[in-house]
């Protein structure tokens, strides 16, 4: 095979104050590959991209950019895209409010003279729609189209500034399994046209889907990159970590007790529709020491249910009961929720979270301030000994406990909310995908944690999209399909499979019943 | 290729330092602008802004901007702005003066009636914030304009004074020397053997006391906490700075004392001021309730799920906000020695300006108590030294408005350097 280059980047070293993000980084992208970059959490894969897409722009690192033959100096995101290059950011950078024909043209309008063309707008966009599969009035608003379809949309939006090398940047983290495949093949139709895709991702089984190279990133250094044929799942998750994974998940001997945490004919509706019921009737329960998952699709309710029990900050017309401990616990509000034993990791950390701009050690005590405080008053050293101390158990990577929560990785945030929870010091944790966006090595630790917890006679609820993950770690599995239990698995009899199966027919049956009720 | 990938061991102590450092570049930062903009002045009015009776001055001009700052801190960092404070201060004076001089009521109860208005007004403003979700900035505006209408209606007009001597004292008044007067240099006396005004050095030796003993206890507050810290292994900033810092700090004290003590000695107004600064900075830094309006103003959504009652927190901000635009209408009119229609006006922008010179961030979650005082001591000087040097009051506002776009401009630039 020729080896013809579309791109090269040649010895890049990117320098932040203390910190070197990249050293001596290396990549070559053949035309017409779809070129997956794999590496652990603040590796250096976005600051690369940033790097190439002029983000970072020439001067501020050292190192030579050959595109299309061409050495490359961009000064902006303007240069590089003039040029054919264009990124898809992991965080989508869509307008709510706007409709989805104005997202597409933002920046690049259809106009003459200041003046849009909407007649062009609506045509252009439609035809790009259509391209990358997606039935959509143009005229819809964003913010009326689910995860899936808006990543449809930034790559339509792509498409319309001529793109010539596409990266994507953790395309399919917010993405169903559906969704994910669907826009997998749209990759692969893209290839097939001769377009040339980078592609930034955890997921190692769809870069084995998709990719034709893999280039690994490790603390800032390529590691290597290897062909298709040479790729298997052991030897990707080796060179990320620098050493062998042997299990995925670490092993645990449960010893489950009686159940501590009981939900009972829970219905929610939606806050902004409220004829639309969200949860239909929920009845679960978590016993002392067990890691129970909530499996099912994107849009299941599994979140909506969780933060619904949690302190009512989900819906309205809740109604049912909460048991912990078998008495009737009042969840009604956050802080009431949070005394009656319970706490809630959200699967967005940045959102909702995280106070990004304060550091480490005001973020562990925040949910439990009066357990670092006297009438009121905070007993700054204590809390300081909270903070190393629940840094040291989480294992949080950090210069120290004043390091300012924005400047962490995705792991090490998720290892601060994590530690926030327990220093609550709750009877049951509701975990929202714990592990969303974040690498191997940090999900070890993760599990690890979860184990500990469960060790030490806490109920845990694991909520996630990752459907290995829950056979990994949990010892029994909810199946939830469009707000209602579609079924409950043992962890040792379950397999991806049956969750499937379970969730298809809990489909049709709820179709029958809607057209017998028709 | 198994090399454990081990959390980077920085030496920690070395790591807290600079971050300690970084956090109070900030503050240095204002304390070093504060002092080279009175330097400033120093000579282009040729010491005229040293003077005793101008500093005492420069503090009585401020004080009502001080206090409304320091809760105006706490509304911009929970991520809130409120318009209405100057007109809601010029409303509270014209309570207090016709409570006092048209029903003849005693000033402490009149104080505290009118106090306890403003807290009302403030919890109003707050409960619509708060509970109605409407934008503070609507809200206040809104304030705004009812309180100014509510003075014209309430005064029709007319100028309500003179207050009773008790009050005037809260803004002309100065602490009592208990222990008299030491002569350091006695005064000339003129032909007919009275002594001329300003000659010699008679110091008010009750402020003198009061003063080393502030800085003393300053001393050993700063020095007991560095050394807790220290037994917990975390140095805080470098020990020659450490030094630099409190030396300054304490000469400038210093200073200021024997400065107000050559004249009439510490105002009342500074004695009310120094409590309220400094319990705004303990609630600030050590108070749960100060941590949770920072973590609110830094993510109101995470503070929520972290089970922050934010709604409630934002009523009491605004409900303290109410409460210190009372007490500074009420200073204010005691310093003129009258209610007036117009009092009050436009003061919300002094007041605003001031806590963003001294650092905050218009998005919430970021801001200092020491900030705002030295952000509001910063405009007070520049007013003060601009009209000794009888700068027209149209250059004057040019100026102000233009140290505050490039204050904010500055702190923006060195943040995106970090």
Request: charged share 20%; net charge neutral.
């Amino acid at each position: 095979m020729s080896d013809d280059y579309i791109l090269e980047m040649r010895g890049i070293t990117k320098t932040f104050p203390g910190v070197k993000a990249l050293e001596n980084v290396n990549l070559q992208v053949r035309r017409g590959d779809i070129h997956a970059i794999c590496g652990e959490n603040g590796a250096g894969k976005s600051t690369l991209m940033k790097v190439l897409s002029g983000v970072y722009p020439f001067g501020t690192y050292e190192g030579e950019i050959v595109y299309e033959g061409r050495p490359m100096r961009f000064a902006g995101i303007n240069d590089s895209e003039h040029e054919g290059i264009v990124i898809i950011h992991q965080e989508l950078a869509l307008v709510p409010m706007l409709s989805i024909g104005e997202n597409m043209f933002l920046g690049n309008e259809q106009a003459s003279g200041g003046i849009i063309n909407w007649n062009q707008v609506r045509r252009r966009s439609s035809e790009l729609l259509r391209k990358v599969g997606l039935r959509e009035d143009p005229d819809t608003l964003v913010t009326n189209i689910g995860t899936g379809k808006q990543q449809l949309v930034e790559i339509a939006k792509a498409l319309a500034k001529d793109v010539k090398l596409l990266i994507l940047d953790e395309p399919t983290a917010s993405l169903s399994e559906k969704d994910s495949q669907a826009l997998l093949d749209l990759l692969l139709e893209f290839k097939a046209q001769g377009l040339t895709s980078i592609m930034i991702s955890h997921k190692l089984n769809e870069i084995k889907r998709v990719a034709d190279r893999i280039t690994i990133i490790r603390d800032g250094q390529t590691i290597e990159t290897m062909e298709k044929a040479d790729v298997t799942e052991d030897r990707i998750v080796a060179s990320m970590v620098g050493r062998t994974l042997e299990n995925r998940y670490p092993s645990r001997t449960p010893n489950i007790g009686e159940p501590i945490f009981e939900v009972r004919n829970w219905s929610v509706y939606h806050p902004v529709h409220p004829e639309r019921q969200i949860i239909k009737n929920i009845n679960l329960n978590v016993r002392k020491g067990e890691v129970v998952g909530i499996a099912g699709l994107m849009g299941a309710g599994r979140t909506e249910f969780a933060m619904s029990v949690f302190g009512r900050s989900y819906g309205t017309k809740i109604t049912g009961e909460v048991y912990l401990h078998g008495k009737q616990a009042d969840t009604s509000t956050v802080g009431r929720a949070v005394n009656a034993g319970l706490a809630y990791a959200t699967e967005d950390r940045k959102t909702y979270g995280l106070n990004l701009i304060d550091h480490i050690k005001h973020n562990v005590t925040i949910a439990n301030l009066p357990g670092v405080a006297r009438s009121g008053v905070i007993d700054d050293m204590g809390e300081l000994k909270v903070a190393n101390e629940y840094r040291r158990k989480t294992n949080i990577r950090s210069s120290s406990v004043y390091q300012i929560t924005g400047n962490l990785s995705g792991g090490n945030q998720q290892k601060v909310v994590l530690s926030k929870w327990l220093f609550s010091d709750p009877d049951v944790l509701i975990l929202d995908e714990p592990t969303r966006g974040i690498d191997v090595g940090a999900k070890y630790e993760i599990y690890t944690i979860i184990n500990k917890l469960a060790d030490e006679g806490k109920g845990i609820l694991v909520i996630s999209s990752e459907m290995p993950e829950l056979l990994g770690i949990c010892d029994r599995i909810y199946v939830l399909n469009e707000g209602r239990i579609v079924g409950e698995l043992d962890g040792r009899e379950a397999s991806q499979e049956k969750i499937m199966r379970a969730i298809v027919r809990g489909e049709t049956s709820q179709d029958m019943i809607e057209r017998a009720a028709s | 290729m198994s090399t454990e990938v081990a959390a980077p061991t920085t030496n920690a102590g070395r790591a807290s330092a600079r971050d300690a450092l970084k956090e109070n570049l900030r503050e240095y930062g204002l304390v070093i602008a504060l002092i080279a903009i009175m330097g400033f002045f120093w000579f282009t009015t040729n010491g005229v802004l040293f003077y005793s009776v101008n500093l005492t001055n420069i503090v009585l001009q401020n004080s009502y901007i001080i206090v409304m700052a320091l809760g105006m801190l706490l509304v911009i960092v929970a991520g809130h702005i409120d318009l209405s404070v100057g007109s809601v201060s010029g409303f509270i004076g014209a309570v207090g003066a016709v409570l006092m001089v048209d029903y003849g009521m005693n000033p402490l109860l009149a104080a505290a009636i009118s106090i306890a208005i403003g807290a009302v007004i403030g919890g109003a403003q707050g409960y619509f914030i708060a509970y109605m979700k409407i934008p503070s900035f609507i809200v206040t505006l809104a304030g705004l304009l009812v309180f100014k209408g509510l003075v014209l209606f309430m005064l029709g007009g007319r100028s309500v004074g003179p207050f009773p001597t008790e009050f005037q004292l809260l803004s002309s008044g100065f602490i009592p020397d208990l222990i008299g007067p030491i002569t350091l240099m006695a005064p000339s006396l003129n032909a007919a053997g009275a002594p001329i005004p300003n000659s010699g050095i008679i110091l008010h030796s009750t402020t003198l006391l009061v003063g080393l003993l502030l800085v003393g206890l300053m001393l050993f507050l700063e020095i007991r906490s560095r050394r807790e810290r220290e037994s917990h292994g975390y140095e805080g900033e470098p020990f020659v700075f450490f030094v630099l810092k409190n030396l300054v700090i304490s000469a400038i004290l210093l200073f200021l004392i024997y400065k107000f003590a050559s004249y009439r000695g510490l105002p009342n107004v500074l004695m009310v001021m120094a409590v309220l600064i400094a319990a705004f900075m303990f609630m600030t830094k050590r108070m749960t309730f100060g941590r949770r309006i920072y973590a609110m103003g830094g993510n109101e959504k995470a503070a929520k799920l972290s089970g922050i009652n934010t709604e409630r927190l934002t009523f009491f901000v605004f409900t303290i906000m109410g409460m210190l635009a009372a007490l500074a209408g009420l200073i204010y009119a005691a310093r003129l020695n009258m209610a007036t229609p117009k009092a009050g006006q436009g003061l919300e922008l002094d007041v605003i300006a001031a806590v963003f010179v001294g650092g905050a961030s218009a998005l919430g979650g970021v801001g200092q108590v020491t900030g705002a005082v030295i952000g509001a001591f910063i405009m007070g000087v520049m007013n003060n030294g601009m009209g000794i040097m009888g700068i027209n009051i149209d250059w004057q506002q040019m100026i102000k408005g233009i140290v505050l776009l490039g204050a904010v401009a500055f702190d923006l630039y060195n943040k995106k350097k970090a």
